[in-house]
Each structure stands twice: as C-alpha cells, then as structure tokens.
C-alpha cells in the first residue's frame, strides 16, 4: 500500500541550508507534494514535482527526486527563523496521503 | 474571498457525546477529506469524499461518520464510539486533477472532558 515516512525533527541554525528528507513506498503518484503547517493552523501547499522531474526549484526551495530510491527532499536556503514550522511530504494516489511531518527548528 | 472554513476552532465535549464538526468550501472542489492530526504522528485520513453523495472511508474511520449531500458541505460527526476522539482535526478540499494543491481549513481542535 502506500506509506509516507520522514524523519521527525531537525534544528538549523539562521542562515544555513536545512534539507528535509521523505521516503515513499508507491511510485504511482503522478506528482509529490510538501506542505508547511505553522503552529495550530492548517497546510499550505509549497511546492510540488511532477514525477518525471529530477529537481524543481523556487526561489530558496530545492525539490530533488530520486525514483530509483524512492527518496524526496526538500532544502531551505538561506533558512530564516520564520521558516519553523513542520513540513509535510505527500503523494496522491487515490486519496492524499502525507508524512507524519518534520519539525524544523530555527535557532540563531 | 474563496477558501475552505471549518467551525468551530475549539470544541469540548463530554464523554459518551456526539459531536459533528463542520467544514465548508466555496472553491467548487469535488474532492473533500477529514484528517486527525495527534503529535508526532502526522495526518491521518479519515473519510474522504470525490463526488456529492459518495464518501470513503480512510485509515481510521472507526468511531466517526459523515455525510456529502452538498458540494460544498463535508461535515464530520465524531460518535461516542470513538474512544480516544482528543485531537486537531483538518479539513481539505481539492479538484479533482492531480497537479492541483489541497487547501486546508484552519482546524478544529476537539477536547474531551
């Protein structure tokens, strides 16, 4: 079935680059997502790549995909103290289904 | 101003009660979902629903129900019997092509006393 899986915390500080991993388990979804979640709110979608991509970049956002592993990541630029939140991967297969989230931690 | 809101915020309930929280969309999405959301363990799907009046059920349906009579309209009902209903809960909404994002609600934060 599918199953998404990240690593649960991760504490930078100000200015370098955070990378937040996931691995998934069903290659059918045609796009895979991250989201962000500030404290008791809601998700909002950051960015997404189409399956077929290797990177995909926005700004301070990195996107790589590595299909041979199964294996997606997410690296913050440049990472700011607003940028701690946690950080959702998912895929869609039938239904969206997510990571249990990473919590990134900014620190000066 | 298009957006998906669920209501309340905060909600308490007592043991043995039902309890229906309420989400709402007005971006014409076909597509809506429920997710519990515990510390540390992510999103966890628990009903979803890609057509007015036909609804699936998630990984952990077990204690809740819910209805798709609107399109716009994708209420959660949490029953007495689920035993552990303390938790934030989500609400999404998405079309129906799988390059769209899911727009999420604000949340409910349910609390049993």
């Known amino acids: 079935g599918e199953d998404v899986e990240q690593s649960l915390f991760l504490s930078v500080r100000e200015g370098d680059s955070s990378v937040i991993n996931c691995t998934y388990t069903?290659?059918?979804?045609?796009?895979l997502y991250w989201y962000k979640q500030e404290p008791g709110a809601g998700l909002q979608l950051l960015t997404y790549?189409?399956?077929?991509?290797d990177m995909k970049q926005d700004q301070r956002l990195t996107v790589l995909l590595n299909k041979k592993d199964k294996h997606l990541s997410l690296r913050i630029a440049d990472t700011q103290t607003g940028d701690s939140a946690i950080y959702f991967c998912?895929?869609?297969?039938?239904?969206?289904?997510f990571g249990a989230g990473t919590r990134l931690a900014v620190h000066p | 101003d298009g957006g998906i809101t669920q209501s309340p915020k905060y909600l308490f309930r007592k043991e043995g009660q039902n309890v229906t929280l309420s989400c709402e969309q007005n971006?014409?999405?076909?597509?809506m979902y429920w997710y519990r959301q515990d510390p540390g363990q992510g999103l966890r799907l628990i009903y979803y629903?890609?057509?007015?009046?036909?609804?699936q059920k998630g990984d952990i349906a077990e204690g809740y129900s819910v209805s798709r009579e609107k399109k716009e309209s994708f209420p959660l009902t949490v029953t007495s019997a689920q035993k552990n209903p303390t938790a934030f809960y989500l609400c999404?909404?998405?079309?129906?092509?799988?390059?769209?994002?899911?727009?999420f609600g604000q949340g409910t934060r349910l609390t049993v006393v």
């Open positions: 971006l014409n999405h076909d597509a």
């Open positions: 629903s890609q057509i007015v009046n036909d609804f």
């Open positions: 069903d290659s059918s979804s045609t796009y």
């Open positions: 998912a895929g869609r297969y039938n239904k969206l289904i």
């Open positions: 999404a909404s998405s079309s129906s092509g799988e390059d769209t994002e899911a727009f």
């Open positions: 790549i189409f399956s077929n991509m």
